[in-house]
């Protein structure tokens, strides 16, 4: 392991936060994930970062994730002013922007296409809508909209739950349909697959397989 730096940047995150020290090898950071904003998370996390640099860890093999652009800018330049090696920087954005990311220099190993499009929730809504028509099941009375059947599918994939599960505990005054929904799920699919468009749901999805 290299030695411990002492750059003053470095030394200056390993300061108390208010009055209570942070022993940044004995934190428990799935209770930290999981506090209200403005507890001290992202300066928590920037400090267990300048304490991995300071104990050998290259700064390129440090990952920093979070859920929204702004909280994964400001992580990631809180990081940066205690980063001894500028040049080198460490990983970091949100789950969405790091996934799409590995996916376009990974996804060949699931026989994904590097210049995959990124649908929006417009784009995917409209996708599904023309599938719907074509089988007909708009015409269907109490068939759910597209919206409901977006807000669906879109639980199921973030909880990798089966649609029929999300259906029976989310939305059962569908089930009657379900059958028919399964079946538009399976085409819903396949078409982004064979089309290779992709909505923000499926980026984590993709990565998780």
């Given at each position: 392991m290299s030695p411990i730096l002492t750059i003053?940047?470095?030394?200056?995150?390993?300061?108390?936060?208010?009055?209570?020290a942070i022993k940044l090898t004995e934190i428990d950071y799935a209770d930290i994930l999981r506090e209200r904003a403005g507890t001290g998370k992202t300066k928590v996390l920037t400090r267990r970062a300048a304490w991995l640099i300071a104990h050998g860890i290259h700064p390129a093999h440090i990952l920093l994730i979070t859920f929204t652009k702004k909280a994964a800018g400001e992580m990631w330049r809180r990081v940066q002013e205690v980063n001894p090696f500028p040049t080198q920087k460490i990983q970091g954005g949100t789950f969405h922007s790091m996934a799409n990311s590995w996916l376009r220099q990974h996804g060949h190993a699931i026989k994904l296409h590097s210049t995959f499009t990124l649908m929006d929730e417009s784009d995917a809504g409209s996708m599904l809508h023309l599938l719907a028509s074509k089988l007909h099941l708009t015409r269907i009375k109490g068939f759910p909209d597209k919206r409901t059947l977006m807000s669906l599918f879109g639980l199921a994939s973030n909880s990798l739950t089966p649609i029929e599960t999300t259906l029976e505990h989310e939305f059962p005054q569908y089930s009657a349909h379900t059958a028919t929904i399964l079946n538009l799920h399976r085409q819903f699919v396949d078409a982004k697959w064979t089309q290779q468009r992709f909505d923000y749901d499926d980026l984590l999805l993709l990565v998780h397989r």
């Open positions: 003053g940047g470095v030394a200056k995150a390993w300061e108390e936060t208010g009055n209570k």
